[in-house]
């Protein structure tokens, strides 16, 4: 509770910090999601499924690129009174303060205690981390809901009241991606494949969440389309699957297999930056991997082990299926990031006893991840401030 405390406590400072200088982004799909949640604000709740352009980026009409889940947040903090330019920023604030607590639950079904909890200030050093420090975008919710789709897959073999958590984050996660909700149910079903259960569990329990999870999914979007033909006359899913889907892709260009492939390469570019340092451990522990597979599947005895071969297929899954698009975007990978950093992390306390000495020493220090947090995000505005 005293971390959850001081979470929240950090998390006041900046968002008031925020107000006060009236910060904005210049990222600008942050500054769309504010701009987007502050006009639904003052519209009818009855009119929140349908957010409307409102001029930004030069348009006009129905908001159709994503269902209304990332907005939903910010309008209800803004009806509540916040301060409607910097609502967003505030809520992705609480969604970074959650993906790192849920980072560290994951790690300890597979990683050392001291590893797990060091992860928590280790991974906010990353440089995609200071890329995202203070968003309004989905980045950071996709995140909280994959890291919980995979923290309620484990638990529920042991326990399926956390069936209901595995329903909620990928329900929650369809709201705010749409379609792209479907690598973390691919990612979770890996999981449930690829790493062991606990001596109690039954993996059977999870495979059940997924499925209801799925069915939920469909039963949940064959309602929002309901309700958004009753408020506008106008189909979602129509205008969303042949705009957002249907021109995604085109298998069928001459072309698809060196643009496939030059993509796969710009994917792995990012992804060694973004985690890095951990990265390039994480790479070489990726030969690891290769090389134990040679022997079989049993090569993979130790959690910890299942967990690293777990992160480099997720990791390919992603690239793989994302490299014959039209577009690319380091967004996409956005979980892959944190998986890199934390799998080659873990892996290099194990190797170098410097790293382990710092992992322990700061096992204790309860309060180093959201102090860290803070002072980066201080250092973050005053950085902007100061331009």
């Not at 995609?128 to 989905?138: D, L």
């Not at 951990?278 to 993979?300: E, K, M, N, P």
């Not at 991840?369 to 505005?381: D, E, G, I, K, M």
């Amino acid at each position: 509770m005293k971390i959850v405390l001081l979470w929240l406590g950090a998390i006041a400072i900046a968002a008031a910090l925020l107000v006060a200088v009236n910060y904005q982004s210049r990222d600008p799909d942050s500054a769309l999601y504010a701009r987007l949640s502050a006009d639904l604000a003052v519209r009818p709740i009855s009119k929140w499924i349908a957010p409307e352009w409102n001029g930004a980026w030069n348009s006009q009409g129905l908001f159709r690129e994503h269902p209304v889940g990332i907005l939903l947040p910010s309008a209800i903090a803004i009806r509540l009174g916040f301060a409607p330019g910097q609502a967003a920023y505030a809520i992705n604030m609480l969604y970074q303060a959650a993906a790192l607590l849920l980072i560290v639950a994951v790690a300890r079904f597979v990683m050392r205690e001291a590893d797990a909890r060091a992860l928590a200030w280790v991974l906010q050093l990353l440089p995609v981390a200071f890329v995202y420090r203070i968003r309004g975008n989905q980045e950071h919710p996709l995140l909280v809901c994959f890291l919980a789709l995979i923290y309620a897959s484990h638990r529920a073999r042991s326990n399926p009241i956390w069936i209901a958590l595995m329903v909620a984050a990928f329900c929650w996660l369809a709201l705010i991606k749409g379609a792209f909700a479907m690598f973390a149910l691919i990612a979770a079903a890996l999981w449930i494949a690829i790493v062991p259960p606990d001596k109690d569990g039954a993996s059977w329990r999870a495979w059940l969440g997924l499925a209801v999870a799925g069915v939920a999914a469909i039963v949940l979007f064959a309602i929002y389309e309901a309700a958004y033909v009753r408020v506008t006359g106008e189909s979602f899913l129509a205008f969303y699957r042949n705009t957002r889907l249907g021109e995604s892709m085109d298998l069928s260009d001459p072309r698809i297999v060196p643009h496939t492939l030059r993509n796969i390469v710009w994917y792995f570019v990012r992804l060694t930056w973004f985690a890095a340092p951990w990265s390039l451990v994480a790479l070489a522990v990726w030969a690891t991997v290769i090389a134990a597979a040679r022997h079989g599947f049993d090569a993979f005895e130790r959690p910890g082990a299942r967990a690293a071969m777990w992160g480099h297929v997720t990791t390919m899954m992603f690239i793989v299926v994302l490299s014959p698009a039209n577009v690319r975007a380091e967004r996409f990978i956005f979980p892959m990031y944190f998986v890199a950093g934390a799998l080659g992390f873990a892996a290099a306390s194990r190797r170098w006893p410097s790293i382990e000495r710092v992992a322990m020493r700061t096992a204790g220090w309860w309060w180093l991840p959201a102090v860290t947090w803070l002072v980066l995000f201080l250092a973050s505005v005053g950085s902007r401030i100061m331009r």
